[in-house]
């Protein structure tokens, strides 16, 4: 595996992470989703945004 792949599955892992951080909050309510729930939903985001950045780089670099 190369370190851009790496990379890039590294992002992927860390978008599922606070994704289901994210969702089990929501599940469990309460004032901790009060606090922290769209925090993680914005990062969730963000590193989706990283994710598909770092791809669309690899797709224009011509190397899978």
Do not use: C, E, P
């Not at 969702?23 to 922290?36: D, E, F, P, R, T």
């Not at 993680?40 to 990283?50: D, E, I, K, P, Y």
Request: charged share 10%; aromatic share 4%; no cysteine.
């Amino acid at each position: 595996m190369d370190v851009k792949h790496i990379i890039v599955l590294v992002l992927m892992l860390a978008t599922l992470a606070v994704l289901v951080a994210g969702v089990s909050l929501m599940m469990i309510g309460g004032k901790l989703n009060a606090k922290y729930g769209n925090k993680l939903m914005v990062a969730r985001v963000g590193f989706q945004a990283l994710t598909l950045l770092m791809i669309a780089i690899l797709f224009m670099m011509g190397k899978s």
